[in-house]
């Protein structure tokens, strides 16, 4: 959890690295941030090379001014180790700590985020440095929380994760046959007789492109084996610092729908989410409300830290336009408005050289208060002060449940056929960007978690269905639930082996319906289906379905081509609940329009109505509800509220009725 009780307000502040400066720039950051009420810093992200000179020496000399500076100027710290850079002696000395890359190549000395999660080497000195760390500053009250390396990720091919992935598979299949029977090695004749004639999965071996392997099976298991190495070099450091500090709040920044690193299995292991938002400006606002409700979602709906945002502008993409005044604001409190309990930034003073000496920043290369960036991060920072604990710890209440899972992100994506325009998280941001463009919250959840406080589940293309997860949905439908999903689900056991007997697998008595085959559209081609009279497209896939105890919901089927009249939309009455299934893709409209009736036949309603670009969500807890209301328009909005509402931040009431939000306006508001 967040540690609330250090506190006394959305933590506002961010990444701090004086050690790239003289110390008499530090005192005028000091007073800068300050000023601008910012109250904590995250310290020592990538200062591994100065800490530990050499292999028997460690000093931290610098960092301790550091610590005592921040400490005399009232500032919280969030703590980093370190690790996310190794340091160039220690890759000169022992070369098991560089990576090899998915093309073969081994690294040399260079980057960040460069170490092998399997090095012997990295995994001593990375858990060594975290706890001298931890046992050098464990007095320090005024850290609130540890930040284990910095953005976890990539991957390693090299000849020490070939045989830790050795040892995972033998940990996972006992014996080599298993291997064979789950990776269908007799296809192709890739049999194996002996544990170390299995290679890493890579461009030497099985794929031909990234995503593209001839056996996925591998490729898989080759994906899980990954995260969890980087995951065991989170727990690592984190136990190290828990040994010495037990009551320490441990997190690491995440970085929203990352592919590599399976989320869910990592959340549970971390004491609280923070997560890095970097949206493109041209991003859609559901689009980065998507991310936020998926680190809500990781772990299980609790508050996250909202770790680091650009307050102006980024380094790295091809334009990197300014966020347009009111923006950074915007965005703040969006992140709020989804979970967040602080607001941080990368970073608080502009560096002079190296690659993000033009990332936007607290303090620029003027060092100038005047700056439009500096009194933006200012006035946002007398708010926060107003809001004080009011918003804290507060949950999201849905009953819609959209499920992510990284297994079906990995598998769908691997899959040779039947689409290579098939993207897991296309199909899935359909279904998310309609409820949330109508202020329905959402919670986005795993395929095992506890469906039982949801009215409607929804499941796009959910191709792998693991163990006996069909087994819970079955008892969520037959016990009242409305479940939802979509073609190409089903298909697949958690070995992504087919589960035979008629698509959709474990799901057809579920859905009442058999999928005898699948038509893959190109980009140029659509079919057509009507829904309540109104014709809407078909595309990506149409799956060529026969109802099997389900009915037909859309009107009558296929418009052309020789599936013409095959069902498209069904419904199938299961217990005291019903089974959706979508056989083909379609427009925005056509998600609004069904979506919608969903809701409506559920009972569920949006948190408030309003025209299109203003968003609303609410949090929650036993004191009250807040309804967030952001004006994404740049012109001014009218909304209408039902009741008579309080603004959070300025206390004015709005009475209920017409009501004018400026453009990138943001209101929290409370019932009177
Ligand atoms: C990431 C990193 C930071 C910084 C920013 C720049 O989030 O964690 O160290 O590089 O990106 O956008
Ligand atoms: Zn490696």
Redesign the pocket.
């Known amino acids: 959890m967040i540690p609330y009780e250090k506190l006394d307000k959305i933590a506002y502040g961010g990444d701090y690295n004086p050690e790239q400066w003289p110390k008499e720039v530090w005192l005028e950051d000091m007073e800068m941030l300050k000023d601008a009420g910012i109250d904590i810093v995250t310290l020592n992200v990538f200062s591994w090379a100065s800490l530990q000179p050499n292999e028997s020496t460690y000093d931290f000399k610098r960092l301790d001014e550091i610590m005592e500076l921040v400490k005399a100027n009232g500032m919280k710290v969030c703590l980093a180790t370190s690790t996310a850079v190794h340091p160039a002696w220690m890759a000169k000395k022992y070369p098991d700590i560089l990576?090899?890359g998915f093309d073969g190549r081994k690294r040399k000395f260079g980057d960040r985020h460069n170490s092998?999660?399997?090095?012997p080497t990295y995994r001593k000195y990375s858990v060594a440095l975290a706890e001298k760390l931890a046992e050098h500053y464990k007095d320090y009250d005024n850290i609130v929380a540890w930040h284990i390396s910095n953005e976890f990720g990539g991957e390693?091919?090299?000849e020490?994760?070939e045989k830790a992935f050795r040892v995972w598979l033998q940990k996972k299949y006992k014996v080599i046959d298993e291997v064979n029977k789950v990776w269908n090695t007799a296809f192709w004749g890739h049999t194996f007789y002996d544990w170390d004639e299995i290679v890493a999965p890579n461009l030497n071996s099985e794929h031909f492109e990234y995503d593209r392997t001839t056996f996925q099976g591998i490729s898989l298991d080759y994906r899980r084996f990954m995260s969890d190495s980087i995951l065991e070099c989170y727990v690592s450091e984190q136990d190290a610092v828990k040994n010495i500090l037990p009551d320490a709040a441990v997190t690491t920044n995440l970085m929203g729908f990352y592919k590599p690193l399976d989320y869910f299995k990592w959340a549970k292991e971390m004491d609280f989410v923070s997560w890095d938002n970097y949206p493109a400006n041209e991003d859609s606002y559901a689009k980065i409300a998507m991310a936020h409700d998926l680190m809500r979602g990781i772990k299980n709906g609790e508050p996250f830290a909202l770790m680091e945002q650009t307050p102006s502008v980024t380094n790295w993409l091809p334009y990197n336009a300014l966020k347009r005044p009111g923006v950074m604001r915007l965005w703040s409190y969006q992140a709020v408005a989804h979970g967040a309990d602080t607001v941080m930034f990368f970073q608080m003073r502009r560096s002079i050289g190296a690659c993000e000496k033009y990332h936007g920043a607290v303090i620029d290369h003027a060092g100038s208060r005047e700056a439009r960036v500096y009194k933006e991060v200012a006035a946002l920072g007398k708010e926060l002060k107003r809001i004080g604990t009011k918003t804290l710890g507060m949950k999201t209440k849905s009953e819609i449940a959209l499920m992510m899972d990284w297994d079906n992100w990995w598998s769908v994506e691997y899959s040779a056929g039947p689409s290579q325009n098939l993207k897991y998280l296309d199909e899935f941001a359909r279904f998310y960007e309609v409820l949330r463009n109508m202020n329905y919250n959402v919670d986005i959840v795993s395929a095992d978690a506890d469906f039982s406080g949801y009215q409607l589940v929804i499941a796009p293309v959910y191709y792998m269905v693991k163990g006996n997860d069909d087994e819970k949905i079955l008892s969520f439908v037959k016990n009242g639930g409305t479940f939802l999903t979509t073609f190409f689900s089903g298909y697949v056991d958690e070995h992504d082996l087919v589960t035979i007997g008629g698509y959709p697998g474990k799901l057809r008595d579920i859905l009442g319906i058999w999928v005898e085959e699948e038509d893959a559209l190109p980009e140029e081609m659509e079919n057509e289906f009507s829904y309540k009279g109104k014709t809407y497209p078909a595309t990506l896939l149409c799956d060529l379905l026969h109802l099997e105890g389900a009915g037909q919901v859309d009107d009558n089927g296929y418009g052309t081509d020789f599936y013409k009249g095959m069902p498209v939309i069904t419904k199938n009455a299961f217990g005291n609940g019903n089974a959706y299934y979508l056989a083909t893709a379609s427009t925005e409209e056509f998600y609004r329009t069904f979506l919608t009736d969903l809701c409506e036949e559920q009972g569920i309603k949006p948190v408030l109505e309003t025209p299109a670009g203003v968003e609303v969500t609410s949090r929650e807890n036993e004191k009250g509800q807040l309804v967030y209301i952001l004006n994404h328009n740049d012109s001014e909005t009218e909304l209408f509220l039902p009741s008579a509402m309080q603004d959070v931040i300025t206390g004015k009431i709005h009475p209920a009725g017409a009501f004018q939000l400026a453009a990138k306006d943001v209101k929290i508001m409370e019932k009177v």
């Open positions: 990576r090899v092998c999660p399997n090095s390693c091919y090299c020490n994760c």
